[in-house]
């Protein structure tokens, strides 16, 4: 007995990817796949028999061989600074996260690349989850799908989703191609129309990736740095094993001279008394002076500073604020630029760092965080 094929879901699919879809598949126009694009991104439409300039031939055919899935929110909360954060379920009993962050006349979105994490960051509360899969296109462009149409993100009006960063739940270089396919309907004047610097992916460190990802795309880059030593950053940031800080910093370089009017933002998270010393300080604008002279450092490096957002079971502490001015003005000194992050969304566990969303191991990180926390609660009592 023959099974009906499965349905195309059309978010699974850039603008190339749509049009052949259309051309090979329905045998139809390329235009078409523009058409129904502008209905999905634009105007927040899942059902075809409401996209009025199709034919009604095509809307059959379409029914008989597409479907729009978008992920179905199982949770939303507000913060009391406007931060706004999304429970979304995926299948199996999964959940990612996904953040909304307004200030200052732009909204950024903080949308998750897999289900969990493999890569075991030890200050990241994703971590402590365990990972399960990579998301599909259709789930990575979903996330955005859901808060734009949240938010009212409407093209004939001032847009309240400015930028996206791939900074939430999972490595957005281990995804590497679903990633770069949603990021393109990100930027595509048919889908969400952000400008490239706009779309941000970060990354802790995948160096062939970081190479890949400067021949296929032009997206502004994010380095989880953290530590300006290799010991320290393997300790904290276990990939740095197999590539250490030396190969990295060459690959942002190569990343730079590839593209001259990109800039690489290194993040670092601060913690009391790992990694916010004098000497960290100075070593960190050392691995920095690499991309040139103080000026054309300003163009194409700049650093991040994180408060560290703590968890429960978390080892580490957050600096305190004159810790991390100080160790800011040693890198100002030295002709870094750099910035702080405001923490926003702790009220609601949606700063950065925090997110856990719903992950069904198949690892066994779960196991072995909840077994840390059972023998420092027995220590404690002790």
Known sequence: MSTAAAKQNLLDLDREGLECFFADTLGEKRYRAHQVMKWIHHHYVTDFSEMTDLGKALRAKLEEHAEIIVPKVQFEKPSTDGTHKWLLGMDGGNAIETVFIPADGRGTLCVSSQVGCALNCQFCSTATQGFNRNLSTAEIIGQVWVAAKHLGNLPHQRRKLTNVVMMGMGEPLAN??????????????????????????????????????????????????????????????????????????????????????????????????VNDQPEHARALAKLMRQFGNAVQMKDAAKVNLIPFNPFPGTRFERSSDDEIHAFQKLLQVSGVLTTVRRTRGDDIDAACGQLKGQVMDRTRRQAEFRKQLAAQDISDAA
């Open 176 to 273: 590497f191609d679903n990633v770069v396919r949603a990021m393109s309907v990100m930027r595509d004047d048919l889908g969400f129309g952000l400008a490239n610097k706009r779309v941000t992916l970060s990354t802790a460190g995948m160096v062939p990736m970081i190479d890949r990802l400067g021949e296929e795309s032009d997206v502004s880059l994010a380095v989880s740095l953290h530590a300006p030593f290799d010991e320290l950053r393997s300790e904290l940031v276990p990939l740095n094993k197999k590539y250490p800080i030396a190969e990295l910093m060459a690959a942002c370089q190569r990343y730079v001279k590839r593209k001259p009017r990109a800039s690489i933002t290194f993040e670092y998270t601060m913690m009391k008394g």
